[in-house]
Protein backbone atom coordinates (compact mmCIF):
# COMPACT_ATOMS: atom_id res chain seq x y z
CA UNK A 1 0.00 0.00 0.00
CA UNK A 2 1.39 3.59 -1.03
CA UNK A 3 1.82 6.30 1.74
CA UNK A 4 -0.66 8.07 0.66
CA UNK A 5 -3.22 5.12 0.47
CA UNK A 6 -1.76 4.68 4.14
CA UNK A 7 -2.21 8.29 5.05
CA UNK A 8 -6.24 8.28 3.71
CA UNK A 9 -7.06 5.11 6.00
CA UNK A 10 -5.75 6.87 8.72
CA UNK A 11 -7.87 10.27 8.22
CA UNK A 12 -10.71 8.10 7.38
CA UNK A 13 -9.92 6.10 11.00
CA UNK A 14 -9.78 9.22 13.03
CA UNK A 15 -12.12 10.76 11.64
CA UNK A 16 -14.31 7.93 12.37
CA UNK A 17 -13.11 7.81 15.52
CA UNK A 18 -14.07 11.70 16.49
CA UNK A 19 -17.20 11.20 15.16
CA UNK A 20 -18.18 8.27 17.81
CA UNK A 21 -16.96 10.14 20.45
CA UNK A 22 -19.15 13.46 19.22
CA UNK A 23 -21.82 10.58 19.49
CA UNK A 24 -21.15 9.50 23.08
CA UNK A 25 -20.80 13.16 24.05
CA UNK A 26 -24.09 14.42 22.55
CA UNK A 27 -25.85 11.26 23.97
CA UNK A 28 -24.54 12.25 27.55
CA UNK A 29 -25.33 15.54 27.37
CA UNK A 30 -29.00 14.81 26.33
CA UNK A 31 -30.32 11.30 27.45
CA UNK A 32 -31.90 9.46 24.45
CA UNK A 33 -35.63 9.70 24.00
CA UNK A 34 -36.17 6.27 24.63
CA UNK A 35 -33.26 4.42 25.49
CA UNK A 36 -29.68 4.75 26.81
CA UNK A 37 -29.25 0.96 27.74
CA UNK A 38 -30.79 -2.19 26.15
CA UNK A 39 -32.52 -4.73 28.49
CA UNK A 40 -29.84 -6.81 28.28
CA UNK A 41 -26.85 -4.39 28.53
CA UNK A 42 -26.70 -3.35 32.39
CA UNK A 43 -24.41 -4.69 34.92
CA UNK A 44 -22.92 -4.78 38.60
CA UNK A 45 -20.27 -1.97 37.10
CA UNK A 46 -23.58 0.26 36.01
CA UNK A 47 -24.93 0.64 39.65
CA UNK A 48 -25.36 4.30 40.85
CA UNK A 49 -25.72 5.59 36.87
CA UNK A 50 -29.51 7.11 35.70
CA UNK A 51 -30.49 5.09 33.09
CA UNK A 52 -33.52 5.36 30.60
CA UNK A 53 -35.23 1.59 29.24
CA UNK A 54 -38.11 0.85 26.60
CA UNK A 55 -39.72 -2.76 26.63
CA UNK A 56 -42.63 -4.43 26.57
CA UNK A 57 -44.28 -5.50 30.33
CA UNK A 58 -42.99 -9.13 30.26
CA UNK A 59 -44.37 -9.73 34.05
CA UNK A 60 -45.78 -7.60 37.15
CA UNK A 61 -45.45 -8.61 40.87
CA UNK A 62 -46.76 -7.28 43.54
CA UNK A 63 -45.12 -7.67 46.62
CA UNK A 64 -47.59 -5.34 48.81
CA UNK A 65 -46.16 -1.94 48.50
CA UNK A 66 -43.25 -2.65 46.21
CA UNK A 67 -44.25 -3.70 42.57
CA UNK A 68 -41.41 -5.82 40.46
CA UNK A 69 -41.81 -5.18 36.49
CA UNK A 70 -39.64 -7.73 33.69
CA UNK A 71 -39.25 -5.44 31.32
CA UNK A 72 -38.18 -7.38 28.39
CA UNK A 73 -36.72 -6.11 24.27
CA UNK A 74 -35.44 -7.97 21.71
CA UNK A 75 -32.06 -8.40 23.55
CA UNK A 76 -33.18 -9.47 27.19
CA UNK A 77 -34.78 -8.49 30.62
CA UNK A 78 -34.38 -6.73 33.44
CA UNK A 79 -36.37 -6.01 36.70
CA UNK A 80 -37.68 -2.61 37.46
CA UNK A 81 -38.17 -1.73 40.55
CA UNK A 82 -40.96 0.83 42.06
CA UNK A 83 -42.47 1.69 45.15
CA UNK A 84 -46.30 2.76 46.42
CA UNK A 85 -45.74 6.37 47.01
CA UNK A 86 -43.84 6.55 43.43
CA UNK A 87 -45.74 7.91 40.33
CA UNK A 88 -43.81 5.29 38.75
CA UNK A 89 -45.81 3.10 40.56
CA UNK A 90 -49.29 4.07 39.63
CA UNK A 91 -47.59 3.83 35.90
CA UNK A 92 -46.40 0.37 36.03
CA UNK A 93 -49.40 -0.55 37.85
CA UNK A 94 -51.92 0.58 34.92
CA UNK A 95 -50.36 -1.27 32.19
CA UNK A 96 -50.89 -4.56 31.08
CA UNK A 97 -48.89 -7.11 30.28
CA UNK A 98 -46.91 -6.55 26.71
CA UNK A 99 -48.11 -2.97 27.02
CA UNK A 100 -44.65 -0.99 25.77
CA UNK A 101 -43.16 1.54 28.54
CA UNK A 102 -40.09 3.59 28.23
CA UNK A 103 -38.55 3.17 32.33
CA UNK A 104 -36.09 6.23 33.74
CA UNK A 105 -34.27 5.62 36.89
CA UNK A 106 -31.06 4.81 38.64
CA UNK A 107 -29.14 1.19 38.62
CA UNK A 108 -29.20 -0.20 42.54
CA UNK A 109 -27.52 -3.54 43.30
CA UNK A 110 -29.66 -6.33 44.50
CA UNK A 111 -29.16 -8.07 47.48
CA UNK A 112 -26.85 -11.29 47.70
CA UNK A 113 -30.38 -13.49 48.29
CA UNK A 114 -32.50 -11.97 45.64
CA UNK A 115 -29.40 -11.86 42.67
CA UNK A 116 -30.86 -14.03 39.84
CA UNK A 117 -28.19 -15.93 38.13
CA UNK A 118 -29.90 -17.40 34.95
CA UNK A 119 -30.43 -13.37 33.63
CA UNK A 120 -27.04 -11.64 32.53
CA UNK A 121 -28.44 -8.71 34.17
CA UNK A 122 -29.50 -10.87 37.40
CA UNK A 123 -26.79 -8.46 39.63
CA UNK A 124 -28.73 -5.58 39.48
CA UNK A 125 -32.39 -3.46 39.10
CA UNK A 126 -33.56 -0.11 38.00
CA UNK A 127 -35.46 1.62 40.75
CA UNK A 128 -37.87 3.63 38.78
CA UNK A 129 -38.42 7.29 38.59
CA UNK A 130 -40.41 8.30 35.47
CA UNK A 131 -42.60 5.84 33.72
CA UNK A 132 -43.82 6.53 29.78
CA UNK A 133 -46.23 4.20 28.89
CA UNK A 134 -45.68 4.42 25.06
CA UNK A 135 -48.86 1.98 23.64
CA UNK A 136 -51.20 0.02 25.94
CA UNK A 137 -52.24 -3.52 25.21
CA UNK A 138 -55.54 -4.85 25.01
CA UNK A 139 -56.21 -8.05 26.96
CA UNK A 140 -53.85 -11.15 25.44
CA UNK A 141 -55.97 -13.57 23.29
CA UNK A 142 -52.73 -15.79 24.30
CA UNK A 143 -49.82 -15.16 26.72
CA UNK A 144 -46.36 -14.49 25.87
CA UNK A 145 -44.44 -14.93 28.86
CA UNK A 146 -43.86 -18.40 29.71
CA UNK A 147 -43.77 -21.50 26.79
CA UNK A 148 -47.21 -22.74 27.27
CA UNK A 149 -49.02 -25.08 24.65
CA UNK A 150 -51.25 -23.01 22.81
CA UNK A 151 -53.98 -23.99 19.68
CA UNK A 152 -52.20 -23.50 17.02
CA UNK A 153 -55.17 -21.44 15.46
CA UNK A 154 -54.70 -18.46 17.58
CA UNK A 155 -50.86 -18.53 17.82
CA UNK A 156 -51.07 -18.02 13.55
CA UNK A 157 -53.27 -15.36 13.74
CA UNK A 158 -51.70 -13.45 16.31
CA UNK A 159 -48.02 -14.62 15.12
CA UNK A 160 -47.05 -11.13 16.08
CA UNK A 161 -47.67 -11.77 19.69
CA UNK A 162 -46.32 -15.62 19.56
CA UNK A 163 -43.44 -14.11 17.91
CA UNK A 164 -42.54 -12.20 21.09
CA UNK A 165 -42.15 -15.55 22.99
CA UNK A 166 -38.75 -16.88 24.34
CA UNK A 167 -38.36 -19.87 22.04
CA UNK A 168 -39.75 -18.74 18.76
CA UNK A 169 -37.66 -15.43 19.26
CA UNK A 170 -34.47 -16.82 19.81
CA UNK A 171 -35.43 -19.91 16.55
CA UNK A 172 -36.32 -16.86 14.70
CA UNK A 173 -32.61 -15.21 15.70
CA UNK A 174 -30.78 -18.30 14.91
CA UNK A 175 -32.68 -18.90 11.46
CA UNK A 176 -30.79 -15.48 10.20
CA UNK A 177 -27.43 -16.25 11.79
CA UNK A 178 -27.25 -19.85 10.36
CA UNK A 179 -28.26 -18.14 6.49
CA UNK A 180 -25.56 -16.10 7.85
CA UNK A 181 -22.96 -18.41 8.28
CA UNK A 182 -24.09 -19.79 4.98
CA UNK A 183 -23.24 -17.00 3.06
CA UNK A 184 -19.84 -16.42 4.31
CA UNK A 185 -18.76 -19.92 4.43
CA UNK A 186 -20.09 -19.65 0.46
CA UNK A 187 -17.82 -16.95 -0.45
CA UNK A 188 -15.26 -18.33 1.52
CA UNK A 189 -15.05 -21.08 -1.25
CA UNK A 190 -15.45 -18.76 -4.02
CA UNK A 191 -18.87 -18.55 -4.85
CA UNK A 192 -20.46 -15.43 -6.03
CA UNK A 193 -24.11 -15.04 -4.87
CA UNK A 194 -26.53 -14.29 -8.18
CA UNK A 195 -30.37 -13.79 -7.86
CA UNK A 196 -32.81 -15.30 -10.28
CA UNK A 197 -36.18 -14.90 -11.73
CA UNK A 198 -39.20 -15.51 -9.52
CA UNK A 199 -41.62 -14.96 -12.46
CA UNK A 200 -40.45 -18.06 -14.72
CA UNK A 201 -42.14 -20.55 -16.78
CA UNK A 202 -43.44 -23.63 -15.55
CA UNK A 203 -40.88 -26.58 -14.43
CA UNK A 204 -40.83 -30.46 -14.04
CA UNK A 205 -39.65 -30.47 -10.53
CA UNK A 206 -42.56 -33.30 -9.31
CA UNK A 207 -44.86 -30.98 -7.97
CA UNK A 208 -47.59 -28.64 -8.92
CA UNK A 209 -46.77 -25.11 -9.96
CA UNK A 210 -48.00 -21.70 -8.66
CA UNK A 211 -49.48 -19.74 -11.86
CA UNK A 212 -49.55 -16.16 -12.17
CA UNK A 213 -51.84 -14.71 -14.67
CA UNK A 214 -50.15 -12.39 -17.07
CA UNK A 215 -51.99 -9.07 -17.47
CA UNK A 216 -50.34 -8.17 -20.51
CA UNK A 217 -50.58 -11.31 -22.38
CA UNK A 218 -54.56 -12.57 -21.57
CA UNK A 219 -54.75 -16.43 -21.11
CA UNK A 220 -51.11 -16.87 -20.33
CA UNK A 221 -49.55 -17.61 -17.17
CA UNK A 222 -46.22 -17.23 -15.57
CA UNK A 223 -45.08 -20.05 -13.00
CA UNK A 224 -43.21 -19.15 -9.48
CA UNK A 225 -40.37 -21.35 -9.40
CA UNK A 226 -40.44 -24.91 -7.62
CA UNK A 227 -36.01 -24.16 -7.70
CA UNK A 228 -33.84 -22.13 -9.68
CA UNK A 229 -32.63 -25.73 -11.64
CA UNK A 230 -32.64 -24.26 -15.14
CA UNK A 231 -31.34 -20.95 -14.43
CA UNK A 232 -28.70 -22.13 -12.38
CA UNK A 233 -27.29 -24.30 -15.03
CA UNK A 234 -27.43 -21.47 -17.58
CA UNK A 235 -25.07 -19.40 -15.32
CA UNK A 236 -22.58 -22.60 -15.63
CA UNK A 237 -23.01 -22.43 -19.58
CA UNK A 238 -22.40 -18.42 -19.10
CA UNK A 239 -19.55 -18.79 -17.37
CA UNK A 240 -20.18 -18.11 -14.08
CA UNK A 241 -18.51 -21.02 -12.52
CA UNK A 242 -19.57 -20.46 -8.90
CA UNK A 243 -23.08 -19.82 -8.56
CA UNK A 244 -24.81 -19.54 -5.31
CA UNK A 245 -28.16 -17.94 -3.56
CA UNK A 246 -30.52 -18.20 -0.62
CA UNK A 247 -33.06 -18.76 -2.83
CA UNK A 248 -37.18 -18.97 -2.20
CA UNK A 249 -38.86 -21.76 -3.99
CA UNK A 250 -42.76 -22.04 -4.85
CA UNK A 251 -44.83 -25.60 -4.17
CA UNK A 252 -47.99 -25.91 -4.94
CA UNK A 253 -48.34 -29.17 -3.32
CA UNK A 254 -50.05 -30.24 0.34
CA UNK A 255 -48.38 -30.00 4.03
CA UNK A 256 -45.92 -32.26 5.27
CA UNK A 257 -43.94 -31.96 8.18
CA UNK A 258 -40.85 -31.65 7.10
CA UNK A 259 -42.20 -29.00 4.37
CA UNK A 260 -44.14 -26.12 4.65
CA UNK A 261 -46.82 -25.37 1.89
CA UNK A 262 -46.09 -22.65 -0.65
CA UNK A 263 -43.23 -21.79 -0.11
CA UNK A 264 -39.79 -23.03 1.44
CA UNK A 265 -35.71 -21.22 1.23
CA UNK A 266 -32.52 -23.36 0.02
CA UNK A 267 -29.06 -22.92 -0.26
CA UNK A 268 -28.86 -23.11 -3.98
CA UNK A 269 -25.51 -23.89 -5.44
CA UNK A 270 -23.68 -24.86 -9.16
CA UNK A 271 -20.36 -25.44 -9.70
CA UNK A 272 -18.50 -25.95 -13.25
CA UNK A 273 -15.87 -28.07 -14.46
CA UNK A 274 -16.74 -30.97 -10.90
CA UNK A 275 -17.20 -34.31 -10.50
CA UNK A 276 -19.34 -35.07 -7.98
CA UNK A 277 -17.29 -35.87 -5.45
CA UNK A 278 -15.54 -32.46 -5.46
CA UNK A 279 -19.34 -31.06 -4.99
CA UNK A 280 -19.22 -33.53 -1.78
CA UNK A 281 -15.33 -32.15 -0.75
CA UNK A 282 -16.42 -28.28 -1.31
CA UNK A 283 -20.28 -28.44 0.37
CA UNK A 284 -18.51 -30.62 3.42
CA UNK A 285 -17.59 -28.09 5.12
CA UNK A 286 -19.73 -25.16 4.57
CA UNK A 287 -22.72 -27.64 5.73
CA UNK A 288 -20.89 -29.57 8.43
CA UNK A 289 -19.59 -26.23 9.50
CA UNK A 290 -22.70 -24.67 10.20
CA UNK A 291 -23.86 -27.70 12.33
CA UNK A 292 -21.03 -27.67 14.33
CA UNK A 293 -21.35 -24.03 14.71
CA UNK A 294 -24.90 -24.17 15.98
CA UNK A 295 -24.54 -27.68 17.85
CA UNK A 296 -24.92 -25.97 21.00
CA UNK A 297 -22.75 -28.95 22.27
CA UNK A 298 -23.93 -31.77 20.28
CA UNK A 299 -21.47 -34.25 18.74
CA UNK A 300 -21.74 -33.70 14.66
CA UNK A 301 -19.66 -35.94 12.11
CA UNK A 302 -16.10 -35.11 11.44
CA UNK A 303 -15.66 -32.82 8.34
CA UNK A 304 -14.44 -35.19 5.41
CA UNK A 305 -15.87 -38.24 7.26
CA UNK A 306 -19.49 -37.98 5.93
CA UNK A 307 -20.55 -41.70 4.92
CA UNK A 308 -21.27 -42.04 1.41
CA UNK A 309 -23.73 -44.59 1.24
CA UNK A 310 -24.85 -46.01 -2.33
CA UNK A 311 -29.34 -45.91 -2.65
CA UNK A 312 -29.95 -49.49 -2.87
CA UNK A 313 -27.56 -49.87 0.36
CA UNK A 314 -29.42 -47.48 2.27
CA UNK A 315 -32.80 -49.00 1.02
CA UNK A 316 -31.77 -52.31 2.56
CA UNK A 317 -29.80 -51.64 5.76
CA UNK A 318 -32.24 -48.90 6.55
CA UNK A 319 -35.44 -49.12 4.72
CA UNK A 320 -34.99 -45.79 4.11
CA UNK A 321 -33.25 -43.24 1.43
CA UNK A 322 -32.98 -40.65 4.29
CA UNK A 323 -31.61 -43.24 7.05
CA UNK A 324 -30.88 -41.99 10.42
CA UNK A 325 -27.59 -43.08 11.28
CA UNK A 326 -27.89 -42.30 15.10
CA UNK A 327 -29.98 -45.62 15.12
CA UNK A 328 -27.86 -48.53 15.44
CA UNK A 329 -30.06 -51.35 14.12
CA UNK A 330 -29.60 -52.58 10.85
CA UNK A 331 -32.10 -54.45 8.38
CA UNK A 332 -30.85 -57.82 6.96
CA UNK A 333 -32.74 -59.65 3.36
CA UNK A 334 -33.69 -63.01 5.38
CA UNK A 335 -35.55 -64.66 2.54
CA UNK A 336 -33.21 -67.09 1.52
CA UNK A 337 -33.17 -68.79 5.19
CA UNK A 338 -37.15 -69.44 4.57
CA UNK A 339 -37.03 -71.42 1.03
CA UNK A 340 -38.48 -74.49 1.47
CA UNK A 341 -38.96 -73.86 5.54
CA UNK A 342 -41.49 -74.99 7.97
CA UNK A 343 -43.21 -71.40 8.09
CA UNK A 344 -45.29 -71.67 5.18
CA UNK A 345 -46.33 -68.18 5.21
CA UNK A 346 -42.64 -66.69 4.39
CA UNK A 347 -41.76 -69.60 2.28
CA UNK A 348 -44.67 -68.82 -0.17
CA UNK A 349 -43.79 -65.29 0.04
CA UNK A 350 -40.30 -65.94 -1.06
CA UNK A 351 -40.63 -68.67 -3.98
CA UNK A 352 -42.98 -66.07 -5.24
CA UNK A 353 -40.23 -63.81 -5.86
CA UNK A 354 -41.30 -61.73 -2.45
CA UNK A 355 -39.10 -60.44 0.53
CA UNK A 356 -38.13 -61.13 4.03
CA UNK A 357 -36.63 -58.22 5.75
CA UNK A 358 -35.85 -58.37 9.38
CA UNK A 359 -35.10 -56.13 12.41
CA UNK A 360 -33.30 -56.75 15.45
CA UNK A 361 -34.88 -55.73 18.79
CA UNK A 362 -31.89 -56.02 21.58
CA UNK A 363 -32.04 -57.11 24.93
CA UNK A 364 -36.22 -57.36 25.02
CA UNK A 365 -36.13 -60.30 27.43
CA UNK A 366 -37.67 -58.56 29.98
CA UNK A 367 -40.55 -56.96 27.32
CA UNK A 368 -43.88 -58.91 27.92
CA UNK A 369 -45.58 -60.06 24.82
CA UNK A 370 -47.51 -57.19 25.24
CA UNK A 371 -44.63 -55.30 23.39
CA UNK A 372 -44.62 -57.56 20.48
CA UNK A 373 -48.03 -57.66 19.86
CA UNK A 374 -48.48 -54.37 19.43
CA UNK A 375 -45.77 -53.69 17.17
CA UNK A 376 -47.63 -55.90 15.20
CA UNK A 377 -51.10 -53.70 15.64
CA UNK A 378 -49.10 -50.15 14.89
CA UNK A 379 -47.94 -52.58 11.44
CA UNK A 380 -51.59 -52.88 10.88
CA UNK A 381 -52.38 -49.23 11.64
CA UNK A 382 -50.23 -48.11 9.09
CA UNK A 383 -51.64 -50.31 5.90
CA UNK A 384 -49.44 -53.11 6.10
CA UNK A 385 -50.37 -56.65 6.18
CA UNK A 386 -48.75 -56.83 9.69
CA UNK A 387 -45.42 -57.41 11.77
CA UNK A 388 -44.18 -60.71 12.68
CA UNK A 389 -41.55 -61.48 15.28
CA UNK A 390 -39.73 -63.62 17.63
CA UNK A 391 -39.32 -63.49 21.29
CA UNK A 392 -35.72 -65.11 22.85
CA UNK A 393 -35.40 -65.47 26.96
CA UNK A 394 -32.54 -66.81 27.87
CA UNK A 395 -31.55 -68.60 24.43
CA UNK A 396 -35.21 -70.13 24.64
CA UNK A 397 -36.87 -68.85 21.16
CA UNK A 398 -40.85 -67.96 20.82
CA UNK A 399 -43.43 -66.84 19.26
CA UNK A 400 -45.36 -69.06 16.43
CA UNK A 401 -42.39 -68.71 13.81
CA UNK A 402 -39.94 -69.82 15.88
CA UNK A 403 -42.16 -72.31 16.45
CA UNK A 404 -42.95 -73.49 12.96
CA UNK A 405 -39.29 -72.33 11.58
CA UNK A 406 -37.91 -74.79 14.00
CA UNK A 407 -34.84 -74.79 17.07
CA UNK A 408 -32.33 -75.16 14.23
CA UNK A 409 -33.35 -72.77 11.63
CA UNK A 410 -33.77 -69.97 14.34
CA UNK A 411 -30.63 -70.71 15.78
CA UNK A 412 -28.81 -70.92 11.95
CA UNK A 413 -30.38 -67.56 11.20
CA UNK A 414 -29.29 -66.08 14.73
CA UNK A 415 -25.57 -67.14 13.95
CA UNK A 416 -25.55 -65.66 10.84
CA UNK A 417 -27.07 -61.73 12.33
CA UNK A 418 -24.89 -62.03 15.00
CA UNK A 419 -27.90 -61.64 17.53
CA UNK A 420 -27.63 -62.85 21.31
CA UNK A 421 -29.35 -65.00 23.53
CA UNK A 422 -31.78 -62.44 25.15
CA UNK A 423 -32.60 -60.06 21.73
CA UNK A 424 -35.78 -60.24 19.90
CA UNK A 425 -36.30 -60.09 16.01
CA UNK A 426 -39.10 -58.61 13.58
CA UNK A 427 -40.13 -59.73 10.66
CA UNK A 428 -41.25 -57.25 7.30
CA UNK A 429 -42.67 -59.64 4.92
CA UNK A 430 -44.34 -58.80 1.07
CA UNK A 431 -44.79 -59.58 -2.58
CA UNK A 432 -43.06 -56.08 -3.21
CA UNK A 433 -39.62 -55.04 -2.74
CA UNK A 434 -40.60 -51.38 -2.22
CA UNK A 435 -43.24 -52.26 0.55
CA UNK A 436 -41.38 -54.67 2.72
CA UNK A 437 -38.14 -52.14 2.55
CA UNK A 438 -40.65 -49.11 3.89
CA UNK A 439 -41.99 -51.68 6.77
CA UNK A 440 -38.43 -52.99 7.69
CA UNK A 441 -37.48 -48.70 7.98
CA UNK A 442 -40.90 -47.99 9.51
CA UNK A 443 -40.16 -50.53 12.29
CA UNK A 444 -36.16 -50.18 12.33
CA UNK A 445 -37.19 -46.19 13.76
CA UNK A 446 -40.28 -47.25 15.64
CA UNK A 447 -38.54 -50.30 17.71
CA UNK A 448 -35.54 -47.40 18.25
CA UNK A 449 -37.44 -45.43 19.97
CA UNK A 450 -39.54 -47.49 21.85
CA UNK A 451 -36.40 -48.98 23.69
CA UNK A 452 -34.21 -45.56 23.71
CA UNK A 453 -31.79 -46.69 21.18
CA UNK A 454 -31.36 -43.00 19.85
CA UNK A 455 -28.43 -40.65 21.12
CA UNK A 456 -30.20 -37.34 20.89
CA UNK A 457 -27.21 -35.61 21.18
CA UNK A 458 -25.66 -36.45 17.88
CA UNK A 459 -26.06 -34.70 14.49
CA UNK A 460 -24.96 -37.68 11.60
CA UNK A 461 -24.76 -36.99 7.88
CA UNK A 462 -24.18 -38.80 5.43
CA UNK A 463 -24.47 -39.06 1.61
CA UNK A 464 -26.71 -41.24 -0.34
CA UNK A 465 -25.09 -41.75 -3.94
CA UNK A 466 -25.98 -43.69 -6.84
CA UNK A 467 -29.82 -43.05 -7.15
CA UNK A 468 -31.48 -44.51 -10.18
CA UNK A 469 -32.21 -42.54 -12.68
CA UNK A 470 -35.63 -43.39 -13.78
CA UNK A 471 -38.19 -45.61 -11.75
CA UNK A 472 -41.53 -47.16 -12.92
CA UNK A 473 -45.11 -45.08 -12.51
CA UNK A 474 -47.96 -47.90 -11.72
CA UNK A 475 -50.00 -45.51 -12.14
CA UNK A 476 -49.62 -43.92 -15.48
CA UNK A 477 -47.48 -47.82 -16.43
CA UNK A 478 -44.84 -46.14 -17.77
CA UNK A 479 -40.89 -44.94 -16.98
CA UNK A 480 -40.64 -41.77 -15.24
CA UNK A 481 -37.56 -39.74 -13.71
CA UNK A 482 -36.93 -40.73 -9.79
CA UNK A 483 -35.38 -37.96 -9.14
CA UNK A 484 -33.86 -34.75 -10.73
CA UNK A 485 -34.64 -34.95 -14.60
CA UNK A 486 -31.37 -33.20 -15.54
CA UNK A 487 -29.04 -35.39 -14.19
CA UNK A 488 -26.70 -37.35 -15.82
CA UNK A 489 -26.78 -41.05 -16.53
CA UNK A 490 -23.63 -43.43 -14.88
CA UNK A 491 -22.78 -44.53 -18.36
CA UNK A 492 -24.09 -41.25 -20.47
CA UNK A 493 -25.77 -41.69 -23.61
CA UNK A 494 -24.63 -45.02 -24.34
CA UNK A 495 -26.58 -46.49 -21.15
CA UNK A 496 -29.72 -44.39 -22.37
CA UNK A 497 -29.41 -46.56 -25.79
CA UNK A 498 -28.60 -49.96 -24.66
CA UNK A 499 -29.56 -50.46 -21.09
CA UNK A 500 -32.63 -51.19 -19.34
CA UNK A 501 -33.81 -47.63 -17.71
CA UNK A 502 -34.48 -49.25 -14.34
CA UNK A 503 -31.40 -50.15 -14.39
CA UNK A 504 -29.74 -46.92 -15.12
CA UNK A 505 -27.87 -45.46 -11.96
CA UNK A 506 -27.36 -41.31 -12.12
CA UNK A 507 -24.33 -39.46 -10.89
CA UNK A 508 -27.24 -38.35 -8.35
CA UNK A 509 -26.57 -37.41 -4.09
CA UNK A 510 -28.55 -36.46 -1.13
CA UNK A 511 -27.14 -35.10 1.86
CA UNK A 512 -28.77 -36.36 4.81
CA UNK A 513 -29.22 -35.80 8.72
CA UNK A 514 -30.68 -37.61 11.77
CA UNK A 515 -33.29 -39.05 9.74
CA UNK A 516 -34.28 -35.90 7.12
CA UNK A 517 -32.95 -35.46 3.83
CA UNK A 518 -31.38 -31.92 3.63
CA UNK A 519 -29.72 -31.44 0.65
CA UNK A 520 -30.21 -32.75 -2.84
CA UNK A 521 -28.20 -32.30 -5.99
CA UNK A 522 -26.43 -33.90 -9.30
CA UNK A 523 -23.97 -34.21 -11.83
CA UNK A 524 -25.85 -32.86 -14.55
CA UNK A 525 -26.19 -33.34 -18.09
CA UNK A 526 -25.07 -30.86 -20.46
CA UNK A 527 -25.17 -32.72 -23.40
CA UNK A 528 -28.39 -31.96 -25.53
CA UNK A 529 -28.74 -35.58 -27.85
CA UNK A 530 -28.40 -37.41 -23.89
CA UNK A 531 -30.75 -34.83 -22.82
CA UNK A 532 -33.87 -35.27 -25.48
CA UNK A 533 -32.86 -39.22 -25.40
CA UNK A 534 -33.24 -38.93 -21.38
CA UNK A 535 -36.61 -37.47 -21.64
CA UNK A 536 -37.65 -39.80 -24.77
CA UNK A 537 -37.30 -42.25 -21.92
CA UNK A 538 -39.62 -40.77 -19.78
CA UNK A 539 -42.44 -40.49 -22.09
CA UNK A 540 -41.43 -36.76 -23.86
CA UNK A 541 -40.44 -36.09 -27.45
CA UNK A 542 -37.79 -34.02 -29.46
CA UNK A 543 -40.18 -31.32 -29.98
CA UNK A 544 -41.57 -31.22 -26.69
CA UNK A 545 -38.16 -30.45 -25.21
CA UNK A 546 -37.51 -28.16 -27.63
CA UNK A 547 -41.10 -26.60 -26.14
CA UNK A 548 -40.58 -26.73 -22.75
CA UNK A 549 -37.05 -26.56 -21.89
CA UNK A 550 -35.44 -24.68 -25.23
CA UNK A 551 -33.42 -21.86 -23.67
CA UNK A 552 -31.51 -24.83 -21.95
CA UNK A 553 -31.38 -27.46 -24.97
CA UNK A 554 -30.05 -24.38 -27.17
CA UNK A 555 -27.54 -22.75 -24.55
CA UNK A 556 -26.11 -26.46 -24.40
CA UNK A 557 -25.74 -26.54 -28.05
CA UNK A 558 -23.11 -23.29 -27.49
CA UNK A 559 -20.39 -24.88 -25.34
CA UNK A 560 -21.88 -26.29 -22.40
CA UNK A 561 -19.29 -26.91 -19.39
CA UNK A 562 -19.32 -30.42 -17.32
CA UNK A 563 -21.58 -29.05 -14.49
CA UNK A 564 -23.23 -29.83 -11.06
CA UNK A 565 -24.46 -28.80 -7.37
CA UNK A 566 -27.14 -29.06 -5.16
CA UNK A 567 -29.96 -27.12 -3.04
CA UNK A 568 -29.70 -27.54 0.87
CA UNK A 569 -32.84 -26.76 2.68
CA UNK A 570 -32.20 -24.30 5.22
CA UNK A 571 -35.76 -24.65 6.71
CA UNK A 572 -34.57 -27.87 7.75
CA UNK A 573 -31.21 -27.42 8.48
CA UNK A 574 -32.38 -24.51 11.35
CA UNK A 575 -35.26 -27.24 12.27
CA UNK A 576 -32.54 -29.34 13.01
CA UNK A 577 -30.09 -27.23 14.45
CA UNK A 578 -32.85 -25.48 16.69
CA UNK A 579 -34.40 -28.57 18.07
CA UNK A 580 -37.60 -27.78 16.77
CA UNK A 581 -40.86 -30.54 16.16
CA UNK A 582 -41.90 -28.46 12.95
CA UNK A 583 -40.81 -26.07 10.50
CA UNK A 584 -43.62 -23.52 11.99
CA UNK A 585 -41.09 -23.42 14.97
CA UNK A 586 -38.41 -21.54 12.60
CA UNK A 587 -40.66 -19.73 10.48
CA UNK A 588 -41.88 -16.30 10.53
CA UNK A 589 -45.01 -16.16 9.23
CA UNK A 590 -46.24 -20.11 8.25
CA UNK A 591 -49.49 -20.55 6.82
CA UNK A 592 -51.68 -23.45 8.47
CA UNK A 593 -51.80 -26.95 7.59
CA UNK A 594 -54.78 -25.84 5.08
CA UNK A 595 -51.71 -23.78 3.33
CA UNK A 596 -54.18 -20.36 4.90
CA UNK A 597 -52.36 -17.57 6.03
CA UNK A 598 -54.19 -16.97 9.18
CA UNK A 599 -52.83 -13.59 10.00
CA UNK A 600 -53.25 -11.87 6.62
CA UNK A 601 -56.08 -13.44 5.56
CA UNK A 602 -54.41 -15.47 2.26
CA UNK A 603 -55.63 -16.92 0.27
CA UNK A 604 -58.43 -14.22 -0.59
CA UNK A 605 -60.94 -13.63 -3.64
CA UNK A 606 -59.84 -10.59 -5.52
CA UNK A 607 -62.21 -7.98 -7.15
CA UNK A 608 -64.17 -8.40 -10.11
CA UNK A 609 -61.82 -5.43 -11.68
CA UNK A 610 -58.59 -7.72 -10.73
CA UNK A 611 -60.15 -10.27 -12.81
CA UNK A 612 -61.78 -8.48 -15.94
CA UNK A 613 -57.85 -6.82 -16.32
CA UNK A 614 -56.18 -10.50 -15.99
CA UNK A 615 -58.83 -11.69 -18.10
CA UNK A 616 -59.93 -14.26 -15.82
CA UNK A 617 -63.65 -15.43 -14.89
CA UNK A 618 -63.66 -17.87 -11.97
CA UNK A 619 -66.17 -21.09 -12.01
CA UNK A 620 -67.87 -21.96 -8.96
CA UNK A 621 -67.85 -25.08 -8.26
CA UNK A 622 -70.48 -27.35 -7.65
CA UNK A 623 -70.87 -28.42 -4.14
Known amino acids: MTKRALQAVSERHSYGAELRRKFIRKRAEKMHAYRTHTCADLRAENVGQEVRLSGWVHRKRDHGGLLFVDLRDHYGLTQIVTDIDSEAFKALDSARTESVVTVTGEVIARTKETVNGNLPTGEIEVRAKDVVIQSMAAELPMPVAGEQEYPEEIRLKYRFLDLRRETLHKNIVTRTKVISDMRRRMEGAGFTEYSTPILTASSPEGARDFLVPSRIHPGTFYALPQAPQQYKQLLMVAGFDRYFQIAPCFRDEDPRADRLPGEFYQLDLEMSFVTQE ?215 LDALNNQDPLTINAYQYDLVCNGFEIASGSIRNQSPETMVKAFEIAGLTKADVEERFGGMYRAFQYGAPPHGGMAAGVDRIVMLVCGAQNLREITLFPMNQKAEDLLMGAPSKPGDKQLEELHIRVVDLEE
Open 278 to 492: EVWETMEPVIGGVFEDFANGKAVTPIGQFPRIPYAESMLKYGSDKPDLRNPLIISDVGDYFKGSGFGLFDKIVSGGGFVRVIPAPNTADKSRKFFDEMNEWARGEGFAGLGYVTRKGGEFGGPIAKNHGEEGMAALYDALGLGPDDGLFFAASGKEAEAAKLAGLARTRIANQLGLIDENRFELAWIVDFPMYEWDEDNKKVDFSHNPFSMPQGG
